[in-house]
């Protein structure tokens, strides 16, 4: 069984310092990855994936999240928040070869303080 | 462009008023998925489906149907809508059906449904 827990429901920073939102997930067998984010009154969209290559993975945006299988999380970072980051952040497990065994977390929405 | 069109946008309905939910897709993707957002859970999984003719349930699935006639459309229709059914849907595409995992997904703009 697969699940994915998000463990912030909200997280606020300040313009210019580092972002860190948490994602934790459960999989009996080597899972995908993902992080999407959802601006306001808008679609999804891909951040970034892990699919068992590298570790630690970038993504657009000068996103970046690291997939530690010791600590089964899958943290989603950014050096240096910008206003335009403000929105909802979904990390997402999914297994292989099934493509519907897609689960999503219940979101992180991220604030942005002047 | 590529994308993924859904219609309405917005809607407000009465319960037991039949109603369908379009999406179509421009990017002759295999796979294509329903999915309702609610506060606090995320999104949710309602139907799913892996190619023409081939649909499957997901999490949500009572009080939906779904069909795939075509490649690039997949209506999600609510035949006799209950107040328990408003949510925010989006309904997502893949090029991967059978893997998803070196894939993403590929979602519309959302429909806001109220049923009264």
């Known amino acids: 069984a697969q699940s994915v827990t998000q463990l912030d429901s909200h997280v606020s920073v300040s313009e210019g310092t580092p972002v860190l939102l948490r994602c934790n997930y459960s999989s009996s067998y080597s899972p995908s990855l993902f992080w999407y984010v959802q601006h306001p009154n808008k679609g999804l969209q891909l951040l970034l994936k892990?699919?068992?290559?590298?570790?630690l993975v970038k993504g657009i945006n000068g996103f970046e999240a690291e997939f530690k299988k010791s600590e089964t999380s899958f943290h989603l970072t950014k050096p240096s928040a910008h206003m335009s980051d403000a929105a909802e952040y979904f990390c997402?497990?999914?297994?292989?070869?099934?493509?519907?065994?897609?689960?999503f977390g219940s979101g992180t929405r991220l604030s942005i303080r002047p | 462009e590529a994308q993924v069109t859904q219609n309405p946008r917005y809607l407000i309905t009465v319960t037991g008023k039949k109603l369908t939910v379009t999406c179509s897709q421009n990017?002759?993707?295999?796979?294509m998925s329903w999915y309702r957002q609610d506060p606090g859970l995320g999104l949710r999984q309602i139907y799913y489906s892996m190619n023409v003719e081939v649909t499957d349930k997901g999490d949500v699935p009572e009080g939906y149907k779904v069909s795939r006639k075509e490649k690039r459309n997949f209506p999600l229709i609510l035949e006799s809508p209950s107040p328990n059914q408003t949510s925010l849907y989006f309904c997502?595409?893949?090029?991967?059906?059978?893997?998803?995992?070196?894939?993403?997904?590929?979602f519309g703009e959302g429909s806001r449904l109220t049923v009264l």
């Open positions: 892990y699919t068992s290559a590298a570790t």
């Open positions: 997402v497990v999914s297994g292989w070869g099934s493509a519907s065994k897609i689960i």
């Open positions: 990017m002759n993707h295999e796979y």
């Open positions: 997502a595409s893949s090029p991967t059906g059978g893997v998803v995992s070196t894939g993403e997904l590929f």
